[in-house]
Nanobody, 121 residues
Framework: QVQLVESGGGLVQAGGSLRLSCAASGSFFSISTMGWFRQAPGKQRELVATITSTGSTNYRGSVKGRFTISRDNPKNTVYLQMNSLKPEDTGDYFC???????????????WGQGTQVTVSS
């Protein structure tokens, strides 16, 4: 099995910064794309940013220039540096990873439990 454990959420004032971390553990062969999604109260989960195993990144438009996703492959960890936070960034942030259990097998999607981010105005 695979576990994704997020950390780093909290309460911050508008304009502040937070850094989220997500570490994957378990018995697997490799991880391809990792990403962060968020869900605000009463809204659908939405993609925030993704990063491939080779470092290619993708961001939703509203966070470009403010958020930076990165990863440490040997540590199976993905990070999300969030700067210039806005109240509309408030929500539960979830880590996602595509995991391969042995060479040549398909990839399975796994989710973390989420970490709460609250940005006050």
């Amino acid at each position: 099995q695979v576990q994704l454990v997020e950390s780093g959420g909290g309460l911050v004032q508008a304009g502040g910064s937070l850094r989220l971390s997500c570490a994957a553990s378990g018995s697997f062969f490799s991880i391809s794309t990792m990403g962060w999604f968020r869900q605000a109260p009463g809204k659908q989960r939405e993609l925030v940013a993704t990063i491939t195993s080779t470092g290619s990144t993708n961001y939703r438009g509203s966070v470009k220039g403010r958020f930076t996703i990165s990863r440490d492959n040997p540590k199976n960890t993905v990070y999300l540096q969030m700067n210039s936070l806005k109240p509309e960034d408030t929500g539960d942030y979830f880590c996602n990873a595509y995991v391969q259990f042995y060479s040549g097998s398909y990839y399975s999607s796994y989710w973390g439990q989420g970490t709460q981010v609250t940005v006050s105005s």
